[in-house]
């Protein structure tokens, strides 16, 4: 990766980035070294800034939703973040299909669809389940207990797919309705 | 005896009686204003919803969106514009690869870069989109509290926020940012009873123009083309009562029924109470093994559960932006009827 694509990296960590340039480092043949640099720039910058991130990696998708929160999350151990009452977004587009590309959904590369779609599968079985077994904890994060094989995967793709149809195209919520649309059809 | 009651006592007489009454009126008119505000804000917010509806498809504008739910971020750019009482929209996928939707009017194409392993008719089921389900604003404030929760800015537009609270527990709560000059809803957030984030949608770059160019609603990706028409003629099938082979004994509150189409050899159906719905999918089980109980993902809920009819295994599935335990009530609820069987057994 050439200096003026580390450059423009770097400029995108202050969204100082113009998209002509960003656009640039996006065909940069290399993605994995791109994501690289990118990854352990961010992980100075949290050093700096005295954030505290997951031990073995970092937690982008985690921080794409703070910063979509506009603030800390009270039962993490962070230092609270001063937030202005105004709207925080202020990342350019650009820098926003980069972080898209972090979270995984890289250009080309292989996304593995066992994670691609998280669900948080609680024990059901025959039995009938008890109240408390669909009390979901109160954690947004959602861990993948059950995995489940291509064609269940596939069937369950397919009625998120019909769901968003039936509830959202269309519908009074516009582009949420596409948006979940999307998402349900996992990873194309 | 002086007759003459001393002026001083009457005053004291009269001041006192005053201040009684004060005492009285006062705690009445204060709760009497905060009802009026309170109903007061219900009903500006509820103002603000009504320019939701056709605010969605009635303006013009180009942005680019971020959906969030659960680890899952997306972003796609759209091109939308009203025009001659049409909709032409263009959404571009902007997470891995290549992939765009393009709407004109009632004609759909969507282009998807060839990946094997996912299907086409997956991504536009066919049928038609359910248009008719919320074309107008359907009367939610029995089951949402609406309040406006301030004013923000995003994406560069000044907006104010309507939190819509849910009243019981059978749902979610919602809270919308609206555009204030368009009423377009520019972010949105799905939060459980806890107050955590299930789902969040925001526009991070937008601009509302009526000047959105051919050109930018024209399919640019090359790749394989696969084209639906929305049928919005057919007539919704009556879904009071009898369902398809299938009946609900109970639903949450506020749910009513909406026509939906086919899904694989079974039926479907889906409910709203006008912000949040729900599928309901019934089919025979065949080879494939569904695992029962609960899934999620954000703000939607997948709910499955096996019931025996007649010795066949039917599979039950909710799918919905609603709690897990609305979707186990509903799954439990559905009863197959053996006419569907018997018709089953004939195909």
């Known amino acids: 990766m050439d200096e ?68 800390a999350r009270s039962e993490q151990a962070r230092s609270p973040v001063e937030v202005p009452r105004v709207s925080v977004w202020r990342w350019p587009v650009a820098a926003m299909v980069f972080m898209a590309l972090i979270v995984g959904f890289g250009a080309g590369a292989g996304w593995d669809t066992r994670t691609g779609v998280s669900v948080q599968a609680l024990a059901g079985g025959s039995a009938e389940p008890s109240a408390s077994a669909v009390t979901l904890s109160a954690a947004v994060e959602e861990v993948a207990l059950q995995r489940l094989d291509e064609d269940q995967l596939r069937q369950m793709r397919q009625y998120l797919l019909e769901h968003a149809q039936h509830n959202s195209v269309g519908a009074g919520r516009g582009s949420v309705g596409y948006a979940r649309l999307v998402s349900a059809s996992g990873n194309y | 005896m002086n007759n003459r009651v001393s002026s001083r006592s009457v005053f004291g007489a009269v001041a006192a009686l005053v201040a009684l009454l004060c005492l009285l009126i006062n705690p009445v008119r204060a709760e009497l204003a905060s009802e009026t505000t309170k109903s007061g804000e219900a009903t500006a917010a509820m103002a603000w919803l009504e320019r939701l509806g056709p605010a969605l498809n009635m303006t013009s504008y180009r942005g680019v969106f971020v959906y969030a739910r659960g680890d899952q971020v997306h972003s796609m750019r759209i091109a939308h514009r009203y025009r001659n009482g049409r909709v032409e929209e263009r959404l571009v996928m902007q997470d891995g690869g290549s992939g765009e939707i393009v709407r004109k009017g009632m004609n759909v194409v969507c282009v998807l870069p060839d990946r094997g392993r996912v299907r086409l008719d997956e991504v536009i089921p066919s049928g038609p989109f359910a248009e008719a389900f919320t074309s107008q604003l359907m009367p939610f404030g029995r089951w949402y509290l609406p309040e406006l929760a301030g004013e923000d800015r995003v994406a560069g537009y000044d907006v104010v926020i309507v939190a819509l609270g849910a009243r019981d527990d ?93 899904s694989g050899s079974g039926k479907a159906v889906a409910f709203s109470d006008g912000l949040a719905a729900f599928s309901v999918f019934v089919e025979p089980v065949g080879r494939l093994k569904m695992p029962t109980g609960a899934s999620r993902i954000g703000a939607t809920t997948i709910y499955m559960r096996e019931v025996m009819v007649s010795d066949r295994p039917f599979l039950v599935a909710v799918v919905g932006e609603i709690p897990p335990g609305t979707a186990r009530k509903v799954a439990d609820a559905v009863e197959v009827d053996d006419d569907f069987v018997a018709e089953l057994s004939g195909s």
């Open chain 2, 170 to 262: 059978d749902r979610y709560s919602h809270r919308l940012w609206l555009e204030k000059e368009t009423g377009l809803l520019v972010k949105s957030q799905v939060r459980d009873v806890n107050g955590e984030v299930l789902e969040h949608f925001q526009f991070t770059d937008l601009e509302i123009t009526d000047d959105i160019s051919d050109d930018e609603l024209e399919v640019q990706t090359r790749g394989r083309e696969i084209s639906r028409t929305l049928d919005d003629g057919r007539k919704q099938e009556s879904s009071v009562g009898r369902m398809n082979g299938w009946t609900l004994s109970w639903q949450p509150e506020g749910f009513v029924p909406a026509a939906a189409p086919r």
């Open chain 1, 4 to 71: 003026r694509l580390r450059e423009t990296l770097s400029s995108m960590m202050d969204d100082e980035a113009d998209e002509l340039s960003v656009r640039r480092l996006l065909s940069h043949g290399n993605q994995e070294d791109v994501r690289g640099q990118w990854q352990r720039w961010q992980q100075i910058r949290d050093l700096m800034h005295e954030q505290h991130g997951p031990a073995d990696g970092i937690d982008v998708a985690g921080a794409v939703r703070e910063a979509l929160d506009g603030h």
